[in-house]
């Protein structure tokens, strides 16, 4: 079924590439053990194929031939089968950081007959002989992915199982329906009212936990992916000092010059646990400088994809026909309106504002003299989960993979409930079923596709 056997024995780096403390030569396969003794020398004289499981042994890396040339000093560890990250035997090699130390240790396997590792190839490994589900596998390359604290414990609630858990109970119930329906092709008319009514209810119940299921969808994408937040405004109102204060950083070139932010300049950051791609644009004005109008296309784009805005005034100064130009760019979208510059005289009209921006937040800060910043970082965490305290805790729905899944199981069982409401056959009925089933059954990996563990996989790093 799969073009690589489960009985190569594979290889690769599983640390990056480039000088460091340590790098680690990874092997998985029922030869592992036999090649490591052909290539390593323990300092006590022990062979690989002799060592315990889960035990770390000092000694050299050698080639092969009467000199035993030494390639490096290295730590070796043993874990064997099927108590291991592949239920295969593993063993790893410690070595020092340096790339032609890696090149050399992995070389030498494969000489030996060890194959290259595809990207992702031992967590599918792990999929394949059944120690994790396929969420599971794709929440291994959420966990090396998670860019906050939030990210990374929603990713550990999915490695641990907990959507899993939430998807098979919801496949266990269809599948319990499935049965009902099934018998009452056998029972006799006067009971089949009775049974209909039971199953009606059982669907009721399944559609609820699965639309609160979804319902997580929202949450589980900011922590996966983050929110792209765009700051945007006329030149010279502090869109790049902001930038520049949120990251904590002198990330954007800042002059008492307007324009001298002339292309979007994008960060990743970290604001109250929430990852967030935040976007200083060029200051938007009609230009006929070449590159400033690109500058100006750019933020106008940015603003069209945009997650979050944060529309900065100068406070020091009354408000003009551009700001709110900008502001209606931005309509349609979560917006934080930021009166900036505070700590200076305030000429802009407040009243005013509020009449315009009335469906806003207006925050009131300096980036100066850094008042009210917190604040400001609070009300975009809020603007972001809507009011709502998110943790990233328990059954959550990060993939669109597994989105799209859900959605499609979901309409199949509220097809199911007006088919029995409509009185229709139990075969009709039971299609609709059997499709539920079997879209819940991929998203954990119950019925799947080579095509679509290539998919998956392809996205991890080789040696993981």
């Known amino acids: 079924m799969y073009k690589n056997s489960l009985d190569d024995t594979i290889a690769a780096i599983s640390t990056p590439i480039g000088e460091g403390g340590i790098g680690i030569v990874r092997l998985s396969g029922s030869k592992a053990l036999q090649m490591a003794d052909e290539i390593f020398i323990s300092k006590d004289g022990g062979r690989p194929s002799r060592f315990g499981s889960f035990t770390t042994h000092y000694g050299h890396v050698i080639e092969n031939g009467k000199e035993k ?21 593993i ?17 030498l396997v494969v000489k030996r007959g060890a194959r290259m590792a595809e990207p992702g190839e031992f ?13 599971q596998a794709e929440a291994v390359l959420d966990v090396i992915r998670a860019k906050t604290q939030s990210s990374l414990k929603a990713a550990m609630y999915q490695l641990d199982g907990d959507l899993s858990k939430a998807v098979e ?3 266990e119930e269809i599948i319990d329906i499935a049965s009902d ?5 056998d029972f006799p008319d006067e009971e089949i009212d009775i049974l209909t009514k039971e199953v009606f209810k059982k669907s009721e119940s399944v559609l609820k936990r699965m639309k609160a299921l979804k319902d997580t969808f929202e949450e589980g994408v900011v922590l996966r992916e983050g929110v792209l937040a765009v700051i945007c405004g006329k030149p010279n109102v502090g869109k790049s000092s902001l930038m520049n204060l949120l990251l904590k950083r002198d990330r954007v070139i800042v002059t008492p010059v307007p324009g001298t932010t002339r292309d979007a300049v994008e960060e990743m950051i970290n604001i109250k646990g929430i990852p967030m791609r935040i976007v200083d644009t060029a200051g938007i004005v009609e230009s006929l400088d070449m590159v400033e109008k690109e500058g100006v296309k750019r933020s106008k784009n940015y603003l069209e994809m945009a997650d979050l805005v944060l529309l900065v005034l100068d406070a020091s100064t009354k408000i003009e026909d551009k700001d709110y130009e900008i502001g209606k760019m931005a309509e349609g979208r979560k917006k934080i309106v930021v009166l900036n510059k505070m700590d200076l005289p305030v000429n802009i009209d407040r ?3 509020k009449e315009v921006f009335g469906k806003d937040v207006i925050i009131e800060i300096s980036v100066k003299s850094k008042t009210n910043i917190d604040i400001l970082e609070r009300t975009i965490a809020e603007a972001v989960w809507s009011g709502k305290i998110r943790q990233g805790e328990g059954a959550i729905v990060t993939n669109i993979r597994h989105k799209e899944l859900l959605d499609k199981s979901f309409d199949n069982m509220l097809s199911v409930n ?12 039971s299609v609709d079923l059997n499709e539920a089933i079997f879209n819940l059954g991929l998203i954990i ?20």
């Open 69 to 89: 040339k030494v390639i490096d000093e290295v730590i070796l560890t043993v874990m064997r089968a099927p108590k291991s990250y592949t239920k295969e035997d």
């Open 91 to 107: 063993v790893e090699i410690n070595c020092h950081g340096g790339i032609e130390a890696l090149k050399r240790t992995l070389g």
């Open 123 to 135: 967590t599918k490994r792990a999929f394949l002989n059944g120690r994790i589900d396929l969420v």
């Open 169 to 171: 109970g919801s496949r």
């Open 181 to 185: 329906i099934e018998a009452s092709i």
């Open 351 to 353: 009243k005013k504002i």
């Open 418 to 429: 007006e088919l029995l409401k409509s009185g229709s056959s139990p075969e009709l009925i």
């Open 445 to 464: 990996g119950k019925s799947v596709s080579e095509d679509i563990l290539d998919r998956i996989f392809d996205k991890f790093c080789i040696g993981k």
